[in-house]
């Protein structure tokens, strides 16, 4: 706020000069405070004003526009959701809308802006938020993808990045990070995550936090949304919207973490899950919005409902009407209500029969209000709008490199016979076959937010970029995604023929997985198998290259291939960073953040799974699980092939834990290949013996690190005795003395083993 204080000029003047001359002779008898101590001073005094302003405000709102501000619209035709409640003139007249979605670029949002300054009342600044889930127009790798990057500091810039291209375009909010856990491949929305691994989310979802708010308070960052609040990620059979049953134990443990590692790293919002929580919807639950996040976790943000999750708490039976959504949802500690406008129709009359107390509507306006106060738009309404910084930031060449490095760093090398990869670049013809070969709608994913078709580099000229006029590169589709016709196969078979080497490019569609896109049969779709088994009757080295949201069930293929990577939906660079892994440009250092089963009937398959009362049958890969399947993924959680080769050394460690509970661990890694490389060192912990049935491993932690060839790094960790923790059924965190197998390696696998004891 820029607040000036009318003072006659001659009072001024000398309160000017007594302060100087107090300053000049404080110098002299005391030293300048710490600059933590200055800061803590500024943060203070900047709170003071924040409470001031916002207690001030509050008490000159109507009820109705303090309801207003708790209700949030959708202002273009962009629908992430069922058509609902509308945004009109007359709310913005009434005061009645606090938030705009859907809509962005600086023109069209001035317009809404001024619209709302001009109508209203009290000009409270309209809050402007956009689903930037991996960029805004530059599209970045798909967060499960680029989180295989094991890369936290790339994590973070790409997030950083979306959030000064999307600010620059308008935009205060961004309905991101997505850090529900995700351990069935079936879920469409396990392509908004992390993965399968608690520990490993936490440092995912604590890295885009930070990345999207880098600069909170000036118009080059935005507020993040830790979602979706909670368990989201555990519907049952995989089935987007369905109920979430689990044990307290394994909610506490596996599910809840990533979002206390949000909050932890100074999440500003939250937003609530469709599903129930063991019968419990989490829209309308009062343990989870308040006594869990706000009164436990201390929480000082406000929560957004997902879209239409109000309206249908009444879908899911626990209210009869509308009007019972709305106020289950508003005393459960939901603050904002999405778009569905039961908020603005009912909530002031609840208030009036005592049905919500306007102490409650007013702290939920207050919340909202402080950080429409944190952004300065109550400074100036209009300082995200700069059209001028629009066209200089959004996709800038600064923004494409980064999106490129992304892409490569994401993918993972799943198979390489005889290492065929990298291909050499002398190659006199290539055949590229498949649906997403030469494709730009689909490489960009689910959630692409504003990103353009036309931006994106197909595979097929990310090639031709990468090896020019001397090699011809033939390409074919063969078929398409859903197709029941092979009459492309046979010229995709001459093709192929004639080609010194194949590279085909299968996967999902961008809207096979996302939202409401849960799949019971995660096979490559349509005939796009038929055409890599007609592509290797040629007898040519074929090269796989796999796009997609999820794991796949990928036996046969694999069988099929020489070589196999997994590129996932890379972005808007796709084919330069394709190429550029294709032929060595980069070296491959992705590992999966998630388990690919060898058939649907595994699932769930995840790594840390309990150990099971006859272990022979859970834990050798020589017996059955499965009467007709071996109990085995196809590529386990951690794993990814690189150009080079590295060797592990033993797990150097003491034999217990010290008197301050700490333990080093140390393992030397040796590049043993022909090219510099990087490797992510894996530590796992399992504890042998306790009150509860553990996982046979767990991850507690990862280090990449460049290696040169020929060069031998010692990695080391610092292991806690209270890593070795876990919750129990009454959702309580203990850490039970005893022995621990401590496990160092390349995947959760491939593991060396040590022994160790703690003793209270």
């Not at 102490?359 to 059209?387: C, H, M, P, W």
């Not at 060069?711 to 959702?731: A, P």
Request: include cysteine.
């Amino acid at each position: 706020m820029n607040l000036k204080l009318q003072l006659p000029r001659a009072t001024m003047l000398a309160m000017l000069f007594m302060g100087t001359a107090l300053v000049t002779n404080a110098q002299k008898v005391r030293p300048k405070l710490p600059k933590k101590a200055i800061a803590q001073q500024k943060k203070t005094q900047q709170a003071t004003a924040e409470d001031k302003f916002v207690a001030e405000l509050l008490s000159k709102m109507t009820l109705d526009e303090k309801v207003g501000q708790l209700s949030q619209y959708v202002g273009g035709s962009l629908l992430t959701g069922p058509k609902s409640g509308a945004l009109s003139d007359s709310l913005m007249a009434r005061g009645m809308v606090g938030s705009i979605l859907n809509v962005g670029g600086v023109a069209n949002l001035r317009q809404l802006q001024d619209k709302n300054m001009r109508l209203s009342r009290l000009k409270i600044p309209l809050l402007f938020a956009f689903d930037v889930i991996h960029g805004y127009k530059t599209i970045f790798p798909t967060p499960l993808a680029e989180s295989c990057s094991w890369d936290l500091d790339l994590m973070y810039r790409t997030a950083k990045a979306a959030a000064i291209e999307a600010s620059a375009s308008g935009i205060h909010w961004t309905f991101a990070p997505m850090v529900d856990l995700a351990r069935d491949p079936r879920w469409g929305r396990i392509v908004e995550g992390a993965g399968e691994d608690p520990f490993l989310g936490c440092k995912v979802a604590e890295a885009r936090v930070k990345g999207f708010q880098w600069n909170l308070g000036k118009p080059n960052s935005v507020l993040a949304c830790a979602k979706h609040f909670a368990a989201y990620g555990a519907p049952q059979a995989g089935r987007d919207y369905a109920s979430v049953d689990l044990a307290p134990s394994t909610l506490a443990e596996m599910y809840l973490p990533p979002y206390k590692a949000c909050i932890d790293a100074g999440v500003q919002t939250f937003m609530s899950a469709f599903n129930d929580v063991n019968g419990e919807p989490a829209s309308g639950s009062h343990w989870l919005l308040t006594q869990l996040l706000r009164d436990q976790w201390k929480f000082k943000g406000f929560v957004v409902s997902d879209w239409n999750a109000v309206v249908q708490l009444k879908t899911q039976g626990v209210t009869a009407d509308d009007k019972g959504a709305a106020i289950m949802a508003l005393n459960a500690g939901l603050d904002m209500d999405m778009v569905d406008g039961l908020y603005n129709e009912h909530i002031a009359e609840a208030v009036k029969k005592g049905l919500v107390s306007e102490a409650t509507v007013n702290a939920s306006v207050e919340r909202i209000l402080r950080q429409k106060y944190r952004l300065g738009l109550f400074d100036d309404a209009y300082a995200f709008l700069d059209e001028a910084r629009e066209q200089q930031t959004v996709k800038s060449a600064e923004l494409m490199a980064l999106a490129r490095e992304a892409a490569t760093k994401s993918m993972v090398l799943l198979k390489n016979k005889d290492a065929l990869l990298p291909l050499s670049k002398n190659i006199k013809r290539i055949a590229v076959v498949g649906p997403l070969a030469d494709n730009r709608a689909e490489v960009l994913g689910s959630w692409k937010a504003r990103g353009e078709d036309a931006d994106v580099i197909t595979v097929v000229q990310g090639l031709r970029n990468k090896l020019g006029a001397a090699t011809e590169v033939v390409y074919v589709r063969g078929c398409d995604f859903l197709d029941t016709k092979t009459n492309e196969f046979a010229q995709a078979r001459q093709a192929a023929a004639n080609a010194d080497v194949v590279i085909a490019v299968v996967g999902e569609k961008a809207l096979m997985s996302g939202e409401s896109r849960s799949r019971a049969f995660l096979s490559l779709p349509g005939l796009q198998q038929q055409l890599i088994d007609t592509l290797k009757t040629t007898g040519k080295p074929l090269v796989t290259v796999l796009m997609n949201g999820r794991p796949l069930t990928l036996g046969h293929v694999n069988e099929q291939t020489d070589a196999l990577l997994e590129a996932w939906f890379p972005g808007t660079q796709c084919g330069n960073a394709v190429a550029d892994v294709l032929f060595g440009d980069v070296n491959p250092s992705g590992k999966l953040t998630v388990s690919f089963p060898y058939a649907e009937g595994q699932i769930p398959n995840h790594y840390n799974y309990r150990r099971s009362g006859r272990p022979g049958d859970m834990e050798q890969t020589s017996t059955v699980r499965h009467i007709d399947l071996k109990n085995k993924n196809l590529f386990p959680f951690g794993y990814g092939l690189s150009y080079t080769s590295f060797a592990y050394g033993a797990v150097e460690c003491a034999s217990r834990f010290d008197a301050n509970g700490h333990l080093k661990v140390a393992v030397n890694v040796t590049n043993t290949g022909e090219r510099d490389g990087e490797e992510t060192v894996q530590l796992y912990v399992a504890d042998k013996v306790a009150s509860m049935v553990r996982p046979v491993k767990e991850l507690k932690g990862f280090k990449k690190v460049p290696i040169k060839r020929g060069e031998t790094l010692r990695v080391e960790f610092d292991l806690q005795v209270r890593d070795l923790g876990f919750y129990t059924n009454s959702m309580k965190y203990v850490v039970e003395p005893g022995e621990f197998e401590i496990m160092v390696g390349p995947n959760s696998e491939e593991l060396k083993t040590k022994t160790v004891v703690w003793e209270k």
